[in-house]
């Protein structure tokens, strides 16, 4: 599976690979993820707030979508409690594809 630097430096990536980067970001409720943080960064639980999915899912689809490089951590601070409140970010701005029976492109920004 290609990253998202690997996809978008690299026109020549072959259709499946392509078909399975854009798999991944739509799967289930993926999508509702990168669009909470596309904007502003948030953490867990303002994207838990925003969206309505599980705590649990949305930790595993972060650690899916940053190994992927789809979204980064922007910053961790601490609040008054002590506990530390990390803030994803992503890095997808706008996800265009193309899709015809040779091809599939994407263009990322």
């Known amino acids: ?45 303002q994207m838990h707030k925003e969206t309505s999915l599980p705590l649990s899912s949305i930790y595993k689809r972060i650690n899916k979508l940053e190994n992927l ?3 980064s951590i922007e910053k961790i601070t601490i609040n008054n409690k002590g506990r ?15 899709l015809n029976e040779k091809d599939v492109r994407l263009l990322i920004t």
């Not at 430096?9 to 499946?16: E, H, P, V």
């Open 69 to 71: 490089g789809i979204i």
């Open 1 to 45: 599976m290609y990253s998202l630097t690997e996809i978008k430096n690299n026109c020549d990536i072959d259709k499946n690979e392509t078909i399975s980067f854009l798999n991944n970001i739509l799967e289930n409720d993926t999508y509702k993820i990168i669009l909470s943080v596309m904007e502003y960064s948030k953490t867990v639980y």
């Open 84 to 98: 530390k409140l990390i803030y994803y970010k992503s890095k997808i701005k706008n996800l265009t594809f193309k």
